[in-house]
């Protein structure tokens, strides 16, 4: 089976607030432009993965991303994660109405494509599955067949919210990478055990991080 991946991506400017005790002001948007680029490129790479839909309106965010196979959809509701996730699952459906649609954080720069080909193998069985974060409360990928709805409930305890809404738990083992966001210096010292992207190795080695 294959899956077109939705990720959505905020302007670089307002992302990572949570990494203000970690990176500054001004770095922090060239490290969320690094976790997106590694997450986007290793999701091109994984071999269930045929298509990879950035949802955004940052400029340089979609023009870099463009330029690694991603096609980039407009967020056009500007309304915050679940609505852009919906638009682009529409919008992705609109041209390839019976693909099967996961949405995917856009900061899993450790993301390992065999690992994420693992979870989507997995993913294939049920109508709608989800992914729990590292953190056991979060989510970093929900999954819908072709011909179910996407129904993101991203945001403050998606792992329950998606649960209650009759999504699958998948199960946990050997998936590390695909877990591992990452919105807090403890978060991006795990993701840097686990082995990054270059991407975003190359401005962590510009951070002072304690324990990397």
Known sequence: MQWTLVIPLKPLALAKSRLADTAADGVRPGL????????????LDCPAVSDVAV???DALAGRELAALGARIVPDE??????????????????????????????????????????????AEVFPRAFLPDAA????????????????????PDSRARH?????VELPLESVDSVRQDVDTG?????????????????????LLIPGQ
């Open 77 to 122: 509701p500007a309304a915050g994660l679940n609505a852009a996730l919906t638009h682009a699952a529409a919008a992705v459906r609109a041209v390839l109405p019976h693909s099967p649609l996961a949405a995917l954080n856009a900061d899993l720069p450790a993301l390992r494509p065999v690992e994420l080909s693992r979870v989507l193998k997995t």
């Open 186 to 206: 403890d978060d991006l010292r795990a993701a840097l055990a686990l082995g990054v992207g270059p991407r975003t190795a190359a401005v962590a080695a510009r």
């Open 32 to 43: 969320a432009l690094a976790f997106a680029l590694d997450t986007v490129a290793a999701a």
């Open 136 to 155: 056991g409360i979060g989510t970093t990928l929900l999954a819908a067949a072709g011909n179910r709805e996407l129904r993101p409930a991203f945001g």
């Open 163 to 167: 649960r209650a809404g009759g999504a």
């Open 55 to 57: 949802v955004t309106n």
